[in-house]
């Protein structure tokens, strides 16, 4: 026997049981649509409440500011500037401190070499020979730095950065102009001693002396580094 599945619509035995069949589906229709109605209607009343409460700020903008104009428009090609390139400026200030700290303005000259009252300077195991060509100017020069006007600071730090750079670029014969002092308290050149001492210190330098008078005389130094 076989038996009924309890989901199943139940038979049709005759023309009232179709009759109410139909009913049933045209109500549940109805109902489905007087939801839609209402779902619709509750949609347009928030959505014309939004626009009611939008329009009554522009209102209460407009009573604040007053009658505006919009611009005219302008053609104007918008173009993306390139941004500036890094800039190492912690990188600079350790460098400048350690400048500071490794060359010191108190050490003698004697205790560094000195030869020749001073005018000239050589490193241990260089020959008197390298000071008196760098005077003659057998050596081409290859860069040069002029520290007028420079405080102690700024003369300090700038020759050690140019220093460390010609060094970089394989340059071998510098001239450093310091300065005469004329224009000094007492006429008395202030960085002369100072960038003697300078030079002294720092390790890429081999030697130095005076410049002849056509390259600078008492005021600049010729500059000797070490080969690469």
Known sequence: MTRRRSDAPAPLHSLADLGASWTAAAQARARAAQQAARQAAQSAAREAQQRQRAQAAHDLF????????PLRAQRRAEIGLPLPAPHPRQRELDEQAAVRAALSDEVTLESLLLTDDGLS??????????????????????????????????????????????YRRGQRCLRVVHGKGNGSPGREPVLKAKVQRWLAQTAEVVAFAQASGPQGGAGALIVLLAGH
Not at 137 to 157: F, K, P, S
């Open 62 to 69: 407009a009573s604040h500011v007053g009658p505006v104009l």
């Open 121 to 166: 300077w050589r490193r241990a195991g260089i020959g008197a020979d390298v000071v008196a060509r760098l005077r003659r100017g057998d050596w081409a020069l290859q860069a040069q730095i002029d520290l007028h006007g420079c405080t102690r600071d700024e003369a300090r730090e700038r020759l050690a950065g140019f220093v460390r750079v010609a």
